[in-house]
Each structure stands twice: as structure tokens, then as C-alpha cells.
């Protein structure tokens, strides 16, 4: 009896204890559904980006907000989504996993694995949308990121924290810059992250492959939002790669991160606003696009000690329609960063690579970043080539050139020849310094066009045979001194004369 009473008195404490009153449960339901787009009824509170879950478990992101509906941009699968399903407001915005264990894979915006291996294991989730660092937060750009092409080190050198733009008509190799800018940091401090906004899966693969043979695959992020992906996803891309890039530099680190592209960004930005009803403007884009990609590329900058020193380069990448640069996007994108390198369409088709337009192109701030020894010896090599390019274009209308015009043009193509570069063959800066130096003198006068490509592949280890002293000068604080400066010239005087004697 004393057992039963005192399992009563327990129920009725229990009882007593229970919050009694109604639940309330706010939804909304799905109106209409299609490309990607849901417009949702109910939901009154929900705040713009805020992050939304449909019965049946995918996720969605406010929009626009109106009068009686909701436009939300759908992340997952759309198939399974119908007109009726409920969808409940979450109160959170979109995050992405961030954190060291991401570094080796590939990933999707929301930090889920595309590679087959294992669920990743985030230090953190944080948001994808961040606010710039202020004025008083950044240092000056002053440290160079080598990219191991010769063209952009000594004509359009680049700096820890610029933002650079890619730009050219497709197929004109503006990919393969960026990946060989990442394979270049196989052997330096800094991190990659690769974003591939609605690319071929075939071409992310390749990018990919390209990175694990001839890069360090293991400090590099691939975020990929493929063109198979939901447009929801693709917008996302930048964002969410911009903040796990944000983590190690928030943590003193080095990151270079390049997006792969950025009019396909606006496409679908652009498709999204129309499938939302939002008014078009100019070339039907919506009028915030300017934001959406100003906002996204001023998250680059070189932080303050304060802050931690840490930097983040931007390579945006843009097509161009027929080499127009008076485009929306791309003087929008031309505006925005710090300078553009150019690729032109007809200097690919000549078998020019890397097709830079020597006129078109500028670097605004890496200049100031340049390695000293670098400088010293390139201070004329880009006056020198336009020149010679203008030279070359009036000597087609003209009769026979006298001696002194055919030296210019023997020495202009060889120059030409210099700058060219296959793939996945970065440059060291002792090589680009050695090249550069060997031209400013004329140790190369004797050497035809055609066989620059060998003494090219020659000269690392004839650098590190012949003038190890030189290459370890500049690759601790990137100067040279005299003696070493001579040591380097007797080096490529020697290497020259043996191409210079060896049969055509």
C-alpha cells in the first residue's frame, strides 16, 4: 500500500509540474515550385536569408520578401517538392563548415563531401556571409604571391591580399593561370581554395588532377557548385568559399583563392531574380548585382598585425563575349578589383601562352609588392615588348627594314619567345629573375626564338649547379647582390653560348 501512494503522490507531483497551455507552430506552405524556385504562403516573421526547411528535409534560403509570398531559393533537390509541402522557418542564416580538415577535399558550398570520403570534421559552422574588414583593420599590400609565370611576375606582379582579375573570351587559358598560380604554391605558405561556379564537371576534374600530379593537393580546398547543381547552390559558391578561406586567414595564414567564374555567378543571380519576380535592369540583370559581387571580393585584403597579419588574394575569373571588356559584368568586375589581366582571343589562336594582352592588362598594387631583384631587372621589359609589338604591326605596311629596325624585331621576338610558357611549369624566382636578367643584357642575342623553350627547361638546375649561391640570396629575402648578380650573369653567359652553339 505505502508503494502505491507514494508512486501517487509522484504522478501527481509530475502532473502538477507539466506546462499546460497550446503550442503554437508557425508554417507555411509551398505555393508553386519550378526551376529551382519556391514561392512559399504563411511564414510572416521570416526574415530576409533566413534559412528554411521543407517537410521532407531540404533547405532553402529567403530571397524576396512580399506583400503575401516568399521567393525561396531551394539548396537541395527540388524533385520532391510539391505544391502543398509545408516549410518551416528555421531563424538562421546559411553557414558552411570551416576548419583545417577541409584541406584535401572536395566539398560543396555547405561543406559536404563530393569525393567519396568521409563526412568532414568542422572545427565550426560559420556564416557564408561576412562584413568586410574596415578601413583600420587592413595593411598595406606588401608581400608578392608568385605565381610562377614570368608574364605576370615581372609585368603584373601581385600581392598578399589584391584582388586581380582573369578576363578573356572563353577558352582562351584564363583556367589554366589559376591553376598554375595554385601549383606554384606547392612550395610556399600559402593555401588555395579553388570555387568552380557552374563549370563542366569534366573541367573541375581536370583542375583537380591537374593539382594532385603538380601542386599540393593536400593545402588546397575545391568548393564546387557544378553546372549540375541547383542554382541555389551556385549563388552560394563564393560566399561559402570566401569563408573557409577567411577562417586561416583570421588565423595569421596566407590564402589564395580563386573563382571560377563570376559571370556565371551574375547568370545565375540574374536567373534567380527573374524567377522571383524582381525588376530586371541593365541586359536584364537586377540592380544589386554591382553589390553582390562588391560585397563578395572586398572580404580580400591584408589584415593588420592587430588583426593578425593574415592576407587573402582573390583571381576572379570573367568571360568576355567576343573580347568585349564594355560589358556590364566585366567593367563592373574591372572596377571593382585592383587590375585585370587580359587574354586575348588572337594571341591564343598564334600559339602565344599565357595569352596576356601586354596593353590591356594592369596590376595596381602588386607592383609595389614586386620581389627588389625581380624589379631591377624587368624595370623596361614591358616598354620593350610594346615597342617592339607596335614595331612589328607597322612593318607590315611598310617596304624592307633597314638593319637597326630587323635588330629591334630579332630582339622583340625573342622576348615574345621568353614569355612564352607551357603549363604546370612554374617559374622559380631565381629562373624569372635569370631569364629577366639574361634579356636585359643581351646574353641571349645569339639565341633563336626557337630554341628558348630548352634553355628555359635548362636553366633551374643550371641556376642550381652553377649559381646556388644566387638562388638561395633570392629565395630568402628576393634581393641579389653584385657578386652575386655577376656569378648569375657568368651562369647564363655559359648556358647561352652552349644553345647558342648547338645545331638548329
Not at 620593350?384 to 633597314?402: K, V
Not at 622559380?428 to 646574353?443: H, S
Request: with cysteine; hydrophobic share 45%.
Amino acid at each position: 500500500m505505502t508503494s502505491r501512494s507514494s508512486w501517487l503522490e509522484r504522478a501527481t507531483e509530475r502532473v502538477a509540474s507539466a506546462p499546460v497551455g497550446p503550442i503554437v507552430e508557425a508554417f507555411g506552405r509551398v505555393r508553386s515550385i519550378g526551376d529551382g524556385i519556391a514561392m512559399i504562403s504563411g511564414l510572416p516573421a521570416v526574415r530576409l536569408d533566413e534559412v528554411l526547411r521543407f517537410e521532407r528535409g531540404q533547405l532553402g534560403f529567403a530571397q524576396t520578401l512580399d506583400r503575401d509570398q516568399i521567393g525561396c531559393v531551394v539548396l537541395d533537390d527540388a524533385e520532391t517538392i510539391e505544391a502543398g509541402d509545408r516549410v518551416h522557418g528555421t531563424g538562421a542564416v546559411i553557414r558552411t563548415a570551416v576548419g583545417p580538415n577541409l584541406l584535401g577535399r572536395i566539398v560543396d558550398p555547405l561543406g559536404r563531401p563530393l569525393d567519396g570520403g568521409p563526412p568532414v570534421n568542422a572545427a565550426r559552422q560559420d556564416p557564408i556571409e561576412a562584413a568586410a574588414p574596415g578601413i583600420v583593420e587592413r595593411d598595406l599590400v606588401t608581400e608578392p604571391v608568385q605565381t610562377g609565370i614570368l608574364t605576370i611576375d615581372a609585368l603584373f606582379p601581385l600581392g598578399r591580399g589584391q584582388r586581380e582579375l582573369i578576363i578573356g573570351d572563353r577558352a582562351t587559358g584564363k583556367t589554366a593561370i589559376a591553376v598554375d598560380a595554385i601549383i606554384n604554391q606547392r612550395n610556399s605558405d600559402i593555401i588555395c581554395v579553388y570555387i568552380a561556379v557552374g563549370q563542366k564537371s569534366s573541367s573541375i576534374a581536370r583542375v583537380v588532377d591537374a593539382v594532385r600530379q603538380h601542386g599540393a593537393l593536400d593545402r588546397c580546398i575545391f568548393v564546387v557548385a557544378a553546372a549540375t547543381a541547383s542554382p541555389g547552390l551556385q549563388w552560394i559558391a563564393p560566399f561559402a568559399g570566401m569563408t573557409m578561406a577567411e577562417y586561416f586567414r583570421d588565423r595569421g595564414q596566407h590564402v589564395l583563392v580563386v573563382i571560377d567564374d563570376l559571370s556565371k555567378h551574375a547568370a545565375t543571380h540574374r536567373e534567380i531574380a527573374l524567377l522571383t519576380h524582381q525588376p530586371p535592369g541593365r541586359e536584364a540583370f537586377p540592380g544589386d548585382v554591382f553589390y553582390l559581387h562588391a560585397r563578395l571580393l572586398e572580404r580580400a585584403a591584408k589584415l593588420s598585425k592587430a588583426r593578425g597579419g593574415g592576407s587573402l588574394t582573390a583571381l576572379p575569373i570573367a568571360e568576355t563575349d567576343a573580347g568585349n571588356l564594355s560589358a556590364y559584368i566585366p567593367t563592373n568586375l574591372i572596377s571593382i578589383t585592383d587590375g585585370q589581366l587580359v587574354l586575348s582571343s588572337r594571341l591564343f589562336q598564334e600559339g602565344q601562352k599565357p595569352a596576356i594582352d601586354i596593353g590591356t592588362s594592369v596590376s595596381r598594387v602588386g607592383g609595389k609588392t614586386q620581389a627588389p631583384a625581380l624589379r631591377a631587372v624587368t624595370g623596361a621589359m614591358r616598354l620593350d615588348y610594346a615597342q617592339f609589338l607596335e614595331l612589328e604591326m607597322f612593318s607590315r605596311f611598310g617596304g624592307a627594314p633597314d638593319e637597326r629596325v630587323k635588330s629591334q624585331l630579332a630582339k622583340g621576338q625573342r622576348l615574345r619567345a621568353l614569355l612564352s610558357q607551357p603549363r604546370y611549369a612554374p617559374l622559380r624566382l631565381a629562373d624569372e629573375v635569370g631569364l629577366a636578367l639574361a634579356q636585359r643584357d643581351g646574353l641571349l642575342d645569339a639565341v633563336t626564338p626557337e630554341r628558348m623553350a630548352g634553355l628555359r627547361e635548362a636553366l633551374p638546375a643550371w641556376i642550381d649547379q652553377h649559381a646556388s649561391a644566387a638562388a638561395r640570396m633570392l629565395t630568402t629575402d628576393g634581393t641579389m647582390d653584385a657578386e652575386r648578380q655577376a656569378l648569375l650573369s657568368a651562369a647564363l653567359r655559359t648556358l647561352a653560348a652552349r644553345f647558342e652553339a648547338a645545331p638548329t
